[in-house]
């Protein structure tokens, strides 16, 4: 059966980078169309009313939205390969948890990084660092987050890796002196096709960080 | 082989009241442990160490925390009367709405609740705006899970009884019964459900405690 699948996405948005990840992996064919958040297309306010955020992946006319529901989804429709869950449901507990860690905790603090200055940056940096020494220890000596496998965790977290330049620059601190181990882990991924092609350039975030300041008069 | 399952709870916590509910749902025994948040157990804090929050399912020892995430947990093994769909979609949807009343829904609730004169209008205009869209998944259907409740409905009991309890409590209404007459169906609904009401809090315990927050507030103008 022919299976229809659009992915509406923003380039940068680590968001958008796991359904990437997550359809690559899968083999999934699909049609990529890139959004001007300055001016969304009517489809995406079709697909996501509610929230009108990237990304949404639209399967055969249905939407879907939010990253993590979004790659659960992938998985659970395209079970067969290559599969990001494990099948005991403490482990995918455990995994769904480390996931949602991600979103509650690295996100902000790392766009604050970005975007702040003084007293606000350093306790934004404070937190990101400890969150990101939490994720650490979770890894301990795998080669992934899922185990021997690239998995649910993995996908979840390598977005970030692309912003790594950017965070220790605007912050002022070395990722592989704080984070080696993530470093490390972020390196072996990227020599998985899915997550190469996926991912951005670091230095092509820094730059789309830098451009953000300005347009938003921070210097 | 005998299952050992203990939740680490609050009285009046609605994550706690969650996972309760999805436990009598599937019919499981469980220990419940009352945590004093001004002076955590240590087993609190060694079952969520990144977190240190209620609630905590433990299961056979190990911890599974984050109310809907434990929610899964507890329909991925124990099979019995479904909380999520089978059918991929709707599984997202029902994720979709459940995130929904936690991230917008329900700040935008409190915030209405809580504001004071000059900002309510404007509080309660978003409030409205996301119970709108919330009403609107209910679709006819007599719960939002469907005929039986769901994920999407443990979720919203937030909005059932611990907004319905401290609107009344505070003295605003923020969930119009004309507005919102549709809901306050499926508000009474759920609230009818003996699974639930046997596993609420007591009305006029947190009733009270609404008052007493209430007139803390009021006091320190």
């Known amino acids: 059966m022919g299976d229809k699948v659009v992915l509406l996405d923003v380039w940068a948005s680590p968001f958008g980078m796991r359904v990437r990840i997550a359809l690559a992996e899968k083999g999934i064919k ?93 306790a934004a940096k404070k937190d990101f660092l400890e969150c990101l020494k939490l994720l650490e220890g979770e890894l301990g000596d795998k080669p992934y987050f899922g185990g021997d496998c690239f998995g649910y965790v993995d996908v979840a977290v390598v977005p970030f890796y692309s912003g790594f330049y950017a965070y220790e620059t605007c912050g002022n601190f070395s990722m592989e002196k704080e984070c080696p181990k993530l470093v490390a882990w972020g390196k072996r991924c990227l020599q998985k096709e899915s997550v190469a092609k996926s991912l951005p350039d670091q230095q092509k975030i820094y730059d789309f960080v830098l451009q953000l300041k300005k347009r938003l008069g921070i210097e | 082989m005998a299952e050992e399952v203990k939740v680490f709870g609050v009285w009046g916590s609605p994550f706690s009241c969650r996972v309760k509910i999805a436990l009598k749902i599937k019919g499981i025994e469980y220990e419940y442990i009352e945590e004093d948040l001004q002076n955590k157990s240590s087993l609190l804090l060694k079952y969520n160490p990144v977190h240190k929050k209620i609630p905590v399912l433990l299961h056979n020892g190990k911890p599974i925390v ?4 434990i929610i899964e947990y507890i329909d991925e093994t124990w099979k019995d009367n479904p909380l999520l769909p089978q059918d991929p979609h709707e599984r997202a949807q029902a994720r979709f ?74 003295g605003v209404e923020i969930l119009n019964k004309e ?21 609420l809090p007591p009305r006029e315990k947190l009733s009270a405690y609404y008052r007493t927050r209430a007139a803390a507030a009021k006091g320190s103008k």
Not at chain 1, 67 to 78: G, K, N, P, T
């Open chain 2, 97 to 170: 709405w459940a995130k929904f009343v936690d991230e917008k829904c329900l700040p935008s609730l409190w915030k209405a609740c809580w504001a004071e004169e000059v900002e309510r209008e404007t509080a309660m205009g978003e409030a409205w705006k996301n119970l709108e869209l919330f009403e609107r998944e209910l679709e006819g259907k007599r719960f939002f899970g469907g005929e039986a409740i769901g994920l999407v409905d443990i979720a919203a009991i937030r909005i059932a009884f611990w907004i319905n309890v401290a609107q009344e409590a505070i």
């Open chain 2, 66 to 69: 984050e109310s809907l995430l």
């Open chain 1, 30 to 122: 699909y049609e990529y169309k890139e959004e001007d958040l300055g001016k969304k297309s009517p489809l995406l306010l079709e697909m996501n009313p509610v929230h009108k955020k990237i990304p949404v992946l639209i399967h055969n006319g249905k939407p879907i939205c939010e990253s993590l529901s979004i790659v659960q989804y992938i998985d659970e429709v395209w079970r067969d390969k290559s599969p990001f869950l494990p099948s005991d449901p403490y482990q995918i507990a455990h995994a769904r948890f480390w996931a949602d860690f991600v979103d509650k905790k690295i996100y902000d603090s790392g766009r604050k990084i970005w975007l702040t200055k003084g007293q606000e940056q350093e």
């Open chain 2, 179 to 199: 507005k919102f007459f549709i809901l306050w169906n499926w508000i009474d609904e759920l609230l009818g459900c003996s699974i639930i009401k046997e596993n």
